[in-house]
């Protein structure tokens, strides 16, 4: 493509201007950083550059998995208080509690920071030791000095609504989801001593995430066909996926819950099962976050998050701003 010569002189000439005349000097790194967050955000609501820290959290998202202490943290009065800790991690073994209020990480104070800077210094490699001073009600100042390890961070939630009933709530679409997905139904039948005689799968209030994970859910419940397809602006930007023979309830009644926060891989999920009349779709109007990203890494700290295409259901329907 032929680069648009004076357009780029206009940019240069806006630049200098900048480092000239601003009231303050401004280092060149971060103007250009600037403008290129601006270049994406003007495309569209979903492109954006990604910094060494964003570009982490997002692998950490795809993942589930991270170096950190194993707590669901809140803000409370400027400091960080325990939600809750998650079974068998650090935190949990260590004696946090739901209801701790953190006030000091390796004897920085808590207040002046905010939660994902807490959060952030919380984080850290596996093997690593931090300490956390802690407030708890009717009790003197603790402090508790904690070795980091790597969290798992689940998925998939189940349980048994009455024998041969089962619910499971998919939070987000990580790698690990599809299998996360296996186990739970495999555990829903052996708590029930029976096959399952309908399910409630609950996608309510679920971002998306993964695109192969939203096929492998859907895949599970589906003995073939179409799953979902994309397309983009080049002729052989079609990519199909298919589901496989083999479906995992045996064609036992679904249904799928809904609301306005369920979106891109919560909307192929439950469009993917509504096309084939595999599950009555119940709840409000999703989100119609219907296009694809694709993470460009630009080195190993940095990459871009690019729409390169748009999903649609099995039928033909456009998921997005639908």
Known sequence: AHLP??????????LGRIKKDYVEEVDDEDLLEGAIRGMLSSLDPHSAYLNRDEYRELQVGTSGEFGGLGIEVGMENGFIKVIAPIDDTPAARAGLQAG????RIDDQPVKGLTLNEAVDRMRGQPGSRISLTVLREGADPMTFD????????????????EPGYGYVRISHFQARTPEDLTEALAKLEAEGDAR?????????NNPGGVLNSAVGVSDAFLSGGLIVYTQGRDEDSRIEFDAGPEELLGGAPMVVLINESSASASEIVAGALQDHKRAIVMGTKTFGKGSVQTVVPIDEERALKLTTARYFTPSGRSIQAQ
């Open 196 to 204: 399952l005689a309908g399910l409630i799968l609950d996608l309510r």
């Open 5 to 14: 010569l004076e357009e780029l002189r206009t940019f240069a000439e806006v």
């Open 146 to 161: 904690i070795e980091r390890a790597v969290i798992q961070v689940a998925s998939v939630r189940s349980r048994l609504l």
């Open 100 to 103: 701790d209020l953190i006030v």
